[in-house]
C-alpha cells in the first residue's frame, strides 16, 4: 500500500528566508509526485508535479521540489519566503496504475511565513 | 463560473438523516473525483467517475455513502443514516483531458 509522509505539522519560517517543506513516501513501482496548497476557506491549488525527467521541478509561485528516489522524498522548496505563502501544505502521490486524480496525501503541513 | 462549485458550502444535520452534497465540475471536465478531510488530516478519496460512470468507488468507507453523476456534469454525494464520524469537509476536484485536477472549496459537514 502506498503512503505519504509530512513529518512536521507546521514550520515557521521569516520572511526572505528560505522554505522547506518536507515529504516522503512509500509506493510500489515509480509514482506520480505532486505538491498542492490550501489557502483558507480556498479549495486546493496545484502547485506543481514530478512525473519523469529532471528530478528538480519547478513550479507556480517561485516554489520548486526535488525528486530524490533513493530517499524516496519530494521536498517542497523556495528560496525566499513571502507572508503570502502562508497556507497549508499537502504532499501527494499517485502510482502509475491508478487515475490521474486518485491521489494519496499527506496529512498536510502548516506553514506560518512572519514579517 | 470557471471553477468547481460545491454546494452547499456548510450543512448541518442531525445523527441519522439523510443528505446531498453537490459538485458543479468546470464545463468540458469528464473526470470527477470526490475526497472527504476530516479534521488535521489529508484528503482521502471516495469515488471517481469517468463521464456518467464510476471507474473506481474503493474509496467509499460503506453502503451509506453514494454518488452519482447521471449526465456526465453535476456529481451528488449522497449519505444515508448519517452518524457523527461522517464530520468532514466533502471536497470535489474534475479534470479535463491534459489539465491538472482543480478542487472545489468544499462542503463542509457537520453531524451532530
Known amino acids: 500500500a502506498q503512503s505519504v509522509a509530512q513529518p512536521e505539522d507546521q514550520v515557521n519560517v521569516a520572511e526572505g528566508n528560505p522554505l522547506t517543506v518536507k515529504c516522503t513516501y512509500s509506493?510500489?513501482?515509480?509514482?506520480?509526485l505532486f505538491w498542492y496548497v490550501q489557502y483558507p476557506n480556498r479549495g486546493l491549488q496545484f502547485l506543481l508535479k514530478?512525473?519523469?525527467?529532471?528530478?528538480l521541478v519547478k513550479g507556480s509561485y517561485g516554489f520548486e521540489a526535488e525528486f530524490n528516489k533513493s530517499q524516496t522524498s519530494f521536498h517542497l522548496k523556495k528560496p525566499s519566503a513571502l507572508v503570502s505563502d502562508s497556507a497549508l501544505y499537502f504532499c501527494?502521490?499517485?502510482?502509475?496504475?491508478?487515475?490521474?486524480?486518485?491521489?494519496?496525501f499527506g496529512a498536510g503541513t502548516q506553514v506560518v511565513v512572519t514579517p | 463560473g470557471a471553477g468547481v462549485s460545491q454546494t452547499p458550502s456548510n450543512k448541518v444535520t442531525e445523527k441519522g438523516k439523510y443528505v446531498e452534497l453537490r459538485c458543479d465540475p468546470i464545463?468540458?471536465?469528464?473526470?470527477l473525483y470526490w475526497y472527504r478531510q476530516s479534521l488535521g488530516q489529508g484528503p482521502e478519496f471516495l469515488i471517481y467517475?469517468?463521464?456518467?460512470?464510476?471507474?473506481?468507488d474503493s474509496g467509499l468507507p460503506n453502503d451509506r455513502f453514494f454518488a452519482v453523476r447521471p449526465e456526465g456534469s453535476v456529481s451528488t454525494l449522497k449519505i444515508q443514516r448519517t452518524e457523527r464520524g461522517d464530520s468532514a469537509v466533502y471536497l470535489c476536484?474534475?479534470?479535463?483531458?491534459?489539465?491538472?485536477?482543480?478542487f472545489g472549496q468544499g462542503t463542509r459537514l457537520t453531524v451532530v
Open positions: 501527494a502521490v499517485r502510482p502509475l496504475t491508478d487515475s490521474w486524480g486518485k491521489f494519496q
Open positions: 464545463s468540458g471536465h469528464t473526470a
Open positions: 514530478y512525473i519523469t525527467g529532471d528530478n
Open positions: 467517475f469517468q463521464g456518467t460512470g464510476a471507474a473506481d
Open positions: 509506493v510500489s513501482g515509480n509514482p506520480y
Open positions: 476536484a474534475s479534470r479535463g483531458v491534459n489539465t491538472e485536477a482543480f
